[in-house]
């Protein structure tokens, strides 16, 4: 899910006096990296969730 209060992301500056292509680059990979993060997180925390539904549901079958 993407988030609702995201900033739009800032205009690329292009290499200058002190700032390099690499450093660019590098920033991009990070932020790409991180966006990667969130989303297997987000995965990760619906799949937890079903196996704990399915896992109440299950206890709850067996006490009755």
């Given at each position: 899910?993407?988030?609702?209060?995201?900033?739009?992301?800032?205009?690329?500056?292009?290499?200058?006096?002190?700032?390099?292509?690499?450093?660019?680059?590098?920033?991009?990979?990070?932020?790409?990296?991180?966006?990667?993060?969130?989303?297997?997180?987000?995965?990760?925390?619906?799949?937890?969730?079903?196996?704990?539904?399915?896992?109440i549901l299950r206890?709850?079958?067996?006490?009755?």
């Amino acid at each position: 899910m993407p988030r609702q209060n995201q900033k739009p992301s800032p205009e690329l500056q292009q290499p200058g006096p002190g700032r390099s292509t690499a450093e660019i680059a590098f920033d991009q990979l990070r932020r790409e990296v991180a966006q990667l993060n969130e989303q297997a997180h987000q995965r990760t925390r619906k799949l937890r969730a079903a196996r704990d539904r399915e896992q109440i549901l299950r206890r709850r079958a067996e006490d009755l």
